[in-house]
């Protein structure tokens, strides 16, 4: 496997993610920022902080199989949230964690950031996902 994580002495415990990951490996796998639309671009869950959290989870897996990876090879993820408030953790991890099997991602998370942000480039959108990985 190219990616180990770690969680050292240190640093905050528990976590809903892992503070390091170390990878090793020649081939970088970068996903763009996904959200809750299908392929065809409809919208999923609007409204829906989960939802969308679930969906743009799905279409990183896709990201990642396309180009030979998975979850397992993910060195870290990044959220952009609209309109974040820290109590909207729930339904955040609610989103991950309904997906999570399904999509093949171990919790704790890859090393993770949440950033809010005032609006992504639809009106809809809620969430958007980017993921870097490491393959061998």
Request: glycine share 10%; aromatic share 6%.
């Amino acid at each position: 496997m190219a990616v180990r994580y770690l969680s050292p002495q240190g640093m905050t415990q528990p976590t809903p993610y892992h503070h390091v990951a170390v990878g090793t490996g020649a081939r970088h796998v970068h996903v763009a920022g996904q959200i809750a639309r299908l392929p065809d671009g409809t919208p999923v869950a609007p409204g829906d902080l989960a939802g969308q959290v679930a969906q743009a989870l799905r279409n990183t897996a896709a990201g990642l199989a396309g180009a030979g990876a998975t979850f397992a090879d993910v060195l870290r993820l990044t959220f952009y949230v609209t309109g974040w408030t820290p109590e909207k953790i729930t339904e955040f991890m609610a989103g991950v964690e309904q997906v999570a099997d399904e999509v093949g991602l171990a919790l704790p998370t890859p090393p993770a950031s949440l950033i809010g942000v005032d609006y992504l480039f639809e009106p809809d959108v809620l969430v958007e996902v980017e993921a870097i990985a490491l393959v061998d």
